[in-house]
């Protein structure tokens, strides 16, 4: 067990784990910041994706001695964040999520995407969101609501 | 139990309700009377249902209105409110929507147990929902009524408003106490369609914003005060017994609480029990287990279809037959296709893990789990711990998918999940499948062999047709068994083709149902996930040799009673009628068509091949679901439903065996489709209709991968029978 110096969501936390513990759990368990999802375990899916020092990152298979300073972002701070905030809002209003399990990744992916990119093709799309899986299959909606963001954001 | 003189029903304490109701699930068993898959057309027999189980006015107004089914995606946990609120004049941004637990009251109003499945959400219960809501609308004009001494005919509701007839107003909020004491109605009358709203219109899901910013809790974010993380080692091969294992080297991993053998539904197993996820897993991954296989059967896929497609040249138990099965006989060869499918088996990879929390003390237990069968899933609890249904609260969690896989007879989750709560009394623990411990877990849809032998009249149509499916039946065993294995064939491996809709004339299907050691489950769709297939690909084929359009041939051959696969066909040839006949190099337009659920779809893709794939570019879809209750969310239904399909023409998307062990581990090995393998867009069309409403979540699923393939035909002159798709 060692003591980590952890910066969340702007607001510093010290958590005492075991050093191999993936940031993931982390989060969800000593955090209790349950938003960010297990789904993989092998950065296969994306829906544990966080923003660590501003790279969106799998927080699944990143152990929590890797993190350092660099701080890290999850979904529950994106209401909070000036592209994040119309993101969730053009998710909300595409009517993009069913399950919704993996939405907290693909949303933490699409963020990314629009601060790299502002005004992203269907390919910059299809390779920032590529990772990114969705079983209930709303890729089309997820399309349309990067590109309904990216519009509002410009 | 609950009655529909329950008086308080706005302030109805809902755990003295559930006590009261739970007491009848012991005999559900007794009473199982599931509908036909493919015919969710019943009327809901006549019950009127206790509002005070549905609806809770709350004095600022908002409407909380339980829903009685998991929400998993489909969409229901908007649906039912809408068609409540909607006869309620209650104020849509007002409404809040629970999943209810489990109790008989919130059993499905035609399978009588509570559960999902077969699409059968709205087709069950579009009346119930609507007529809850009409009964509560009428309670609280009459306690409006009452209290201004008017007539109830004088009173008119808007937008949880009664207004009287001398300008008195009354919100919902202020008359539920006194509506709460009124009896309730015994008949209502409903709105007409005119009336109606919100059914009809657009709506956007209620549980978008928690989705959104990661509040919403799911089963697997359940987090309890002293809970416990626990993992289960399964056996390598289904069915084998633990032979030893290192029992120190995973308690010295610091966190461990507890590690033993148990007793699973197939087999045994270790169970690693730790106060985090890390330590659990970190346990189970030393604990050096060996296993006992030689007892049970190694299931391998190889030697499997080999065996099938053995028993597919025989005649299996007859599922259908119509005019005379020798008429083939004086068909000449050249009249004939003989074609042979090969189906794997398919995992459903939901994308939230599955898993189940238990709490077990003296007096009872208490379950949270996204489940697709409450009641199988309470009792199966109940079993393992020796106490009796009501004694297990059972909370329906917001679930991450499930696609069937959160509908298990035997419940195998759960009686793990209540078999290591069971050594641990008062500590909640919760279960959790690994990914892996899913993709190779078992449950799949079974691999399918189909033969079939078709015969083409002077007209270029079939005139005579034999097919022959072989595969593993999803029910034998389970409680279903009685009702949907008859003659030994089980209707979900046959349905699709036995009840087709195309008008054969001399038509004889058959199936075998070998046993096999590899647990079996429906997946989206069920049967018709390989039956529309080899229906659809054929049928192209056929089209294909008679040299005639492909939506033509099918509305030639289409029986005259398949309205709305007509209507569907009619309405894709018209949305798709400007680029349809214009693709052209290297783009070709594939088509398919079929009913399941009682839902008709008619799709056509256009694809090219890139890098040996297929490209989607376009999919449209023109369904007939009856009356549409919330277009939108048929619209996303269509559109993730065939994105759900395209699992079985991925190249990795197949489970195979090798001497008994799964083969694939995670999505690494069985890789459904990602946003750049998904069509670009998918424009859905509505047929529009006032007729009963039928499913949406499962009918889009068989379409797609027959269209897809048929296109490919049409672009490489080769035919596609075998899942998943080799390289083009």
């Known amino acids: 067990m060692e003591t980590f110096k952890l910066t969340v ?123 990114n899986l969705c079983r209930c299959g709303t890729y089309v909606r997820i399309r349309q609501a990067i590109k309904a963001a990216a519009r509002q954001l410009g | 139990m609950a009655t529909a003189t329950t008086p308080n029903f706005l302030e109805v304490n809902r755990r003295t309700f559930l006590r009261m109701s739970g007491a009848a699930a012991r005999g559900l068993f007794l009473s199982l009377h599931l509908a036909e898959p493919g015919h969710a057309r019943q009327t809901p027999k006549a019950q009127a249902y206790p509002p005070a189980a549905f609806i809770h006015v709350r004095s600022d107004g908002k409407i909380v209105i339980q829903v009685n089914r998991l929400e998993f995606g489909q969409g229901v946990q908007t649906a039912l409110p809408m068609l409540l609120a909607d006869e309620m004049d209650a104020d849509w941004s007002q409404v809040i929507a629970e999943l209810a637990p489990a109790a008989d009251v919130y059993s499905d109003p035609i399978a009588g147990i509570q559960m999902v499945g077969g699409s059968g959400s709205i087709a069950h219960s579009f009346e119930q929902y609507r007529q809850l809501g009409a009964s509560a609308r009428a309670m609280l004009i009459a306690a409006a009524a009452a209290q201004w001494n008017v007539m109830p ?57 928690g989705k959104c910013n990661g509040s919403q809790k799911f089963g697997l974010d359940v987090d309890l005060p002293g809970m416990k993380v626990a993992l289960v080692a399964h056996p390598p091969v289904f069915g084998a017994r633990v032979k030893s294992f290192n029992a120190d080297a995973a308690r ?28 659990a897993k970190q346990a189970r991954d030393r604990l050096q287990a060996e296993w006992n296989t030689a007892s049970v059967e190694h299931p391998d896929t190889a030697q499997l279809f080999s065996k099938y497609r053995e028993l597919a040249r025989t005649a299996g138990n007859i599922a259908m037959t119509r005019g005379s099965a020798a008429s083939m006989d004086s068909i000449p060869s050249s009249k004939r296709i003989l074609a042979e499918y090969e189906f794997p088996f398919l995992a459903h990879t939901p994308m939230e893990p599955l898993n189940t929390t238990v709490r077990f003390d003296s007096s009872g237990a208490e379950v949270w789990a996204g489940s697709q069968f409450q009641t199988f899933d309470q009792m199966a609890v109940a079993e393992v711990l020796g106490l009796k249904a009501e004694q297990v609260t059972f909370h329906t969690e917001m679930a991450g998918g499930g696609f069937g896989r959160r509908a298990v007879a035997d419940s195998h989750v759960q009686r793990e999940a209540a078999t290591i709560a069971k050594r641990l009394p008062g500590i909640p623990v919760k279960l959790i499948w690994t990914r892996e411990d899913d993709v190779q877990g078992g449950y799949y849809r079974p691999m399918f062999v189909h033969r079939v032998d078709v015969g083409i009249g002077a007209d270029g149509m079939p005139i005579a047709w034999r097919h022959v499916i072989v595969g593993q039946s999803l029910v034998a065993g389970t409680p279903f068994a009685a009702r949907l294995i008859k003659d030994g064939v089980d209707a ?10 195309y008008a054969i004339q001399n038509f004889y299907v058959s199936a075998h149902h070998p046993e096999i050691n590899v647990p079996v489950l429906w997946w989206r769709s069920v049967g018709h996930t390989h039956t529309a297939f080899v229906m659809e690909t054929l049928i192209d084929e056929l089209a294909m040799r008679a040299k005639t359009d492909p939506i033509a041939y099918r509305l030639k051959l ?65 369904v007939d679901p009856g009356f549409a209750v919330n277009p939108l969310s048929i619209e996303s239904q269509m559109q993730g439903g065939v994105t759900f399909g395209m699992t079985q023409v991925m190249p990795k998307g197949a489970i195979t065996l090798k001497d008994g062990r799964v083969e694939q581990r995670n999505w690494d090995g069985y890789t459904p489709p990602y946003i750049n393998d998904a069509p670009v867009t998918v424009e859905v069309h509505i047929v529009p209709s006032s007729e009963k409403p039928t499913g949406c979540g499962e009918p889009p699923v068989p ?26």
């Open chain 1, 9 to 131: 969501n702007c607001q510093q936390k010290d958590v005492t784990v075991d050093p191999s513990t993936p940031l993931l759990w982390v989060l969800r368990e000593d955090l209790k910041m349950s938003g960010t999802k297990y789904g993989c375990g092998i950065a296969a899916c994306g829906a544990c994706t966080v923003h660590v020092g501003g790279v969106p990152t799998r927080s699944c298979v990143l152990p929590i001695s890797l993190v350092g300073e660099r701080p890290v972002v999850t979904i529950e701070a994106m209401s909070n964040d000036t592209i994040g905030r119309v993101v969730e809002e053009a998710w909300v209003s595409e009517d993009v999520v069913q399950c919704g399990y993996c939405q907290s990744g693909q949303i933490m992916s699409a963020v990314a995407l629009l601060k790299a990119t502002p005004k992203p093709t269907d390919k910059d799309i299809e390779e920032s969101m590529g990772g």
């Open chain 2, 153 to 209: 005919e004088q009173c008119r509701t808007e937008a949880s408003v009664v207004y009287g007839p001398n300008s008195q107003s009354a919100k919902y909020g202020e008359l539920a106490e006194s509506a709460a004491k009124l009896p309730v109605p015994e008949s209502v009358q409903l709105k007409k369609e005119s009336e109606l709203h919100l059914s009809g219109k657009n709506t956007r899901r209620l549980d978008s914003r």
């Open chain 2, 252 to 279: 010295a991993i610091s966190g461990v609480r507890d590690v033993f053998e148990m007793p699973l539904v197939r087999g045994t197993g270790v169970a690693v029990v730790a106060d985090r996820f890390w330590a």
């Open chain 2, 492 to 501: 979900t491996a046959v349905e699709g083709v036995a009840d087709t809709a």
């Open chain 2, 558 to 622: 289409l029986s005259p009673d398949a309205k709305k696969l007509r209507a569907c066909l009619t309405l894709l040839r018209e949305k798709t009628a400007s680029w349809r006949d214009s693709a052209t190099g290297n783009r070709a337009v594939g088509v398919a068509s079929h009913e399941s659920f009682g839902t008709g779809v008619a799709c056509a893709v256009e694809v090219s091949v890139e890098n040996k794939r297929p490209k989607i570019h376009r999919a449209v879809i023109a």
């Open chain 2, 703 to 728: 379409v797609i991968s027959p269209a897809i393939v048929n296109a490919l035909s049409r672009l490489t002159g080769k035919r596609y029978r075998s899942l998943p798709l080799a390289e083009i």
